[in-house]
């Protein structure tokens, strides 16, 4: 059976933090041989138009009510402004029963704060943009403890990242999804992070 990678979408959302993922994803031009096959899914609350924050203009695929997670495969949150007002507790509460599910989470930037407000950061390793802001802005937040000065954090099935980490973020999800090799998550990774061309021909090796 298809999996679903859900991406969820609302207005002024950061759309450059998950791109990597999206286009490798919807691509699949590195999976490994034998990988199951994901389908990109955009879910919000509504089926209204959204605009990013880069300004680009679509309509989600799904409502929040048509969320299905025996076909998740991860659930992306991506940053944004917004995070912190009521509009996304509909979203926080799939994202709590994706955790207790055992489906991968992925937040990055300020999806990480809606998580901290949740309470889903409390008691277990997460990093986030600061966490002298993420103790203001958010009161019940008391995770401190499990605070790592990273730019990406993996633990079992959540993943956070700082907004500008979206690199890492990336890998990290590709590594979780288990749709590329190590070899090529590494070779993925260092080919954008260090630019050098000899990644990308070990890229093109072990993608053949």
Same mark, same amino acid.
């Given at each position: 059976m298809k999996k679903s990678v859900y991406l969820y979408v609302f207005d002024i959302m950061a759309d450059w933090e998950v791109a990597y993922i999206?286009?490798? %994803?919807n691509? +699949?031009?590195f999976f490994k041989k034998g990988s199951p096959e994901l389908k990109l899914v955009t879910v919000a609350n509504s089926k209204d138009e959204v605009t990013t924050m880069g300004g680009v203009k679509f309509k989600p695929d799904i409502e929040i009510a048509e969320f299905k997670s025996k076909n998740?495969?991860?659930? %992306?949150?991506? +940053?944004?402004?917004?995070?912190?007002?009521?509009?996304?507790?509909p979203m926080l509460d799939v994202a709590d029963q994706c955790l207790k599910d055992n489906i991968v989470v992925a937040a990055i930037c300020g999806a990480t704060f809606g998580l901290a407000k949740k309470g889903l950061l409390n008691a277990r390793p997460?990093?986030?943009n600061d966490l002298e802001f993420l103790k203001a802005v958010c009161p019940e937040y008391s995770g401190e403890t499990?605070?790592?000065?990273?730019?990406?954090?993996?633990d079992g099935n959540l993943i956070t990242a700082s907004g500008i980490a979206p690199l890492e973020f990336s890998a990290q999800v590709f590594a979780k999804l288990?749709?590329?090799?190590?070899?090529?998550v590494d070779a993925w990774y260092q080919l954008y992070n260090t630019r050098n061309p000899k990644y990308y021909f070990r890229l093109m090796n072990d993608t053949q």
């Open positions: 999206t286009a490798e %994803i691509s +699949g031009r998740a495969a991860v659930l %992306i949150l991506p +940053g944004g402004d917004t995070w912190l007002d009521s509009l996304h507790d997460h990093t986030t499990f605070y790592q000065k990273q730019p990406s954090v993996a288990e749709v590329f090799t190590p070899e090529i």
